[in-house]
Every structure is written in C-alpha cells, then in structure tokens.
C-alpha cells in the first residue's frame, strides 16, 4: 500500500512540473537558451534553467563538437494534457 501512494504522489508531482507553463521566448531572451533549428534549443547557461524547464525536455543531443547540449522540449498540447490528467486527479479529490 505505502509503494502505491508514494508512485501516485510521484506521477503527481511529474504533473504539477509538466503543467507548469514555459516561456522559450523568455529563456532565450534571459541569454538562458539559443534557439536552433527545428525546435531544438541549445543550452548556453544550463545553472539558469529552471527545473520545471528540465522536466519538459523531450530529447536531448550533444552537438557534433561534444560541448554544446541541445535540448528540445515538450509542446503546448502535451502541456495540456498533463494540466488535464493532474485537474481530474484533484476533482476526484474533493
């Protein structure tokens, strides 16, 4: 029983952090990340990024040279899912 509640507090958590908006627009703006081709972002100041941010990467690469990390992140819509799966979770709480 105490395995099941700490796994639904967990997917709980995962969530809260995947429904949390994310601002590229601001992140690349902050000289946080430097946005690539094809919704890649690459990483310029990895300390900066917010842990929500790092919960909703999708893919990661490292560039050719070894150095760079390029990180490519969820969608809108796959935001919107979570924000839907964490809502139903809480009105089955109350």
Sequence with gaps: MDEEKVSLERIIEELEELSKP???????GDGVLKRRARGWY??????RLPKH????????KSHRDGRNVWLN????????????MLARHQ????
Aim: glycine share 6%; no cysteine.
């Design 42 to 47: 690459q990483v310029l100041d990895g300390a």
């Design 22 to 28: 994310l601002d590229l627009d601001q992140l690349v």
């Design 73 to 84: 992140f969820r969608t809108d819509r796959e935001r919107e899912k979570a924000r839907k």
């Design 53 to 60: 941010a790092m919960r909703q990467v999708k893919q990661t």
């Design 91 to 94: 009105r089955g709480k109350a």
